[in-house]
């Protein structure tokens, strides 16, 4: 398994579902709320400049679950 760490303050892009139930780097920035090591899938995506991780949901969102997992996209690098 792939580890992503990704710090406290990191700018990330939330994923929307799109075509043929892929995950897709959607419009909406969210700002990592504590450091968190994140899951990569097994696939890939995102382009050159971007790549899926796998984090909690309480990583993004105040109220989110951390058993709950959500894909954001971060910038490669």
Do not use: C, Q
Request: aromatic fraction near 10%; charge should be positive; glycine fraction near 12%.
């Amino acid at each position: 398994m792939n580890i992503s760490k990704i710090k406290k303050g990191e700018r990330v892009i939330l994923s929307h579902l799109g075509h043929n139930g892929f995950f897709y780097p959607g419009d909406e920035e969210v700002i990592i709320l504590y450091d968190v090591s994140g899951e990569l899938p097994a696939w890939v995506g995102g382009g050159i400049k971007k790549m899926p991780v796998i984090i909690p949901e309480s990583a993004v969102i105040f109220s989110g679950k951390h058993n709950k997992k959500i894909i954001v996209w971060k910038e490669k690098g």
